[in-house]
């Protein structure tokens, strides 16, 4: 008796690992949770915005209060939907621009679920009341060493690809990839205050260090650096300027880094450290535009593949929000408009601009492009694709337009000594209200691409024929 039970334990073993060493497999599972967390994410983040439009909707429920569910909604929105996606899609693409398999697809899939129970205990944290109330930091200690600890066997997976590639050359690609392994845990290190103790101004100043540091250092560069990839891979078009890319990389490092503390211009921060921190802002505007400037010469004489080609057609609308993201922003950040848009509802639909207009749409395209080439399977419906972005597109820009216009009024509304309690409840409302129509759309729209991608990967399509279809992701079922 004891023998067979120790060979149904032998098979049960040898069958998990079988499953972890699938090639693709790790890939095609972090894109799948992306998908799954963004669902999740997008869904909290549409009842937060109905508690904000209807304060009293929920009573008695202290884990679904506003206060819980909106740090809940950004975590999950974060690390989960567009983390978990940019890894997946990166475990892709950098064995590609390596021509060799990625370093270790056993090791890719235990982080993988390693990655998903972090994000699962984090819900239960955050919605409980377990949080270091430090915005974009808000998961308690006990979670960010484990995901600190997975950032670091993530460096291990991406390098040991890059090590052992065939390729001799490495592409801007790869630079901003394994760039972004490197400085991201240094910014989670310190942001986080994981081994050491900061309190006062300066718990301020390393908060928004990482909290400005975690979309310039990761989902920048990754966002970017996938760009990088996609946009020649689909056009078929080369890259307009390895110089401009070479721009690009070097400066975003520089001029990101010290930005933080424009958030912090009304506070008793150093001079000279508002300052930097200004002048750092004002000076993204280099590689911003070198980016920009490369990826729209990039697409020259074949703007048209926008209307067919649904990846491509994330990318690009990721671009344009990413353009007026980062003229917004340094804007923003100078000191006297700074003073008269702080602690507005602009500076949310800014935030929005950046996380999920452009690196949100990254992920989806990302995700439309790489699936199917991982799973081996088109993709069941590009009407469903379609209907995802146009619903997504439609949410987005409706949330940001009611966000800024309702920044702009509170703002005016302030500088003529209104009551703050009038300028930011009632004549507010009705941009409230869009906002949660919005979020309404977001997440129809989250529900069709899921679904989507679940009758692509257990329906009875068949495979995607790579040497006749290269560059048209979508097909299957008109």
Request: with cysteine; glycine share 8%; proline share 4%.
């Amino acid at each position: 008796m004891n023998e067979n039970a120790g060979k149904v334990s032998l098979s049960w073993v040898d069958r998990f690992q079988d499953w972890l060493s699938i090639e693709g497999s790790a890939s095609t599972r972090f894109l799948v949770s992306g998908a799954l967390w963004g669902l999740v994410g997008t869904t909290l983040g549409l009842l937060a915005a109905v508690e904000y439009w209807a304060p009293d909707l929920v009573r008695g429920v202290a884990q679904l209060s506003f206060g819980r569910i909106r740090p809940t909604h950004i975590n999950v929105v974060a690390f989960g939907f567009i983390s978990m996606a940019t890894v997946g899609a990166n475990f892709f693409v950098i064995p590609e621009l390596c021509r060799t398999k990625l370093y270790s697809e056993k090791t890719a899939n235990l982080l993988m679920l390693a990655w998903n129970a972090v994000i699962v205990l984090g819900i239960f944290a955050l919605t409980n009341g377990y949080t270091e109330g430090r915005e974009y930091a808000e998961l308690p200690w006990w979670l960010d060493i484990p995901l600190f600890m997975a950032l670091l066997l993530y460096i291990v997976i991406i390098w040991g690809t890059v090590l052992n590639r065939q390729e001799k050359q490495l592409y801007v690609t790869v630079w901003y990839v394994a760039g972004t392994t490197l400085w991201f845990p240094v910014v989670y290190l310190i942001g986080n205050k994981i081994f050491f103790s900061v309190t006062g101004i300066g718990d301020s100043i390393a908060n928004w260090f990482y909290g400005h540091n975690i979309l310039g250092l990761w989902f920048t560069t990754n966002g970017i650096g996938l760009t990088y990839y996609f946009l020649p891979k689909i056009t078929k078009n080369p890259l307009y300027s390895h110089l401009l890319s070479i721009v690009g990389f070097s400066t975003i490092a520089m001029f990101y880094t010290p930005t933080g503390t424009h958030h912090l211009l009304q506070s008793p921060v150093p001079e000279w450290l508002k300052a930097v921190a200004v002048i750092s802002s004002v000076m993204l505007l280099i590689p911003v535009m070198s980016v920009l400037v490369n990826f729209f010469l990039t697409m020259k004489g074949k703007w048209n593949m926008v209307a067919t080609n649904i990846p491509l057609r994330f990318f690009i609308t990721a671009m344009w929000f990413y353009l007026l993201t980062c003229f917004t922003g340094p804007f923003q950040a100078t000191r006297w408009i700074n003073w008269y848009l702080h602690f507005t509802h602009w500076v949310v639909g800014h935030a929005h601009f950046a996380l999920l207009g452009t690196f949100g749409f990254v992920a989806w395209g990302a995700i439309y492009y790489v699936l199917p080439r991982v799973s081996g399977k088109q993709w069941y419906s590009r009407r469903l694709a379609t209907a995802h972005y146009w619903l997504t597109l439609t949410g987005v820009i409706i949330m940001i337009s009611a966000l800024t216009v309702a920044g702009l009024y509170q703002a005016a509304a302030w500088e003529e000594g209104q009551a703050v309690y009038r300028a930011g409840a009632y004549v507010l409302s009705p941009f409230m209200a869009a906002r949660a129509f919005s979020g309404l759309l977001i997440v129809v729209g989250q529900i069709l691409l899921f679904f989507n991608m679940y009758k692509t990967l257990f329906g009875q399509e068949g495979s995607l024929d790579e040497s006749t279809e290269p560059d048209v992701p979508i097909g299957g079922k008109a």
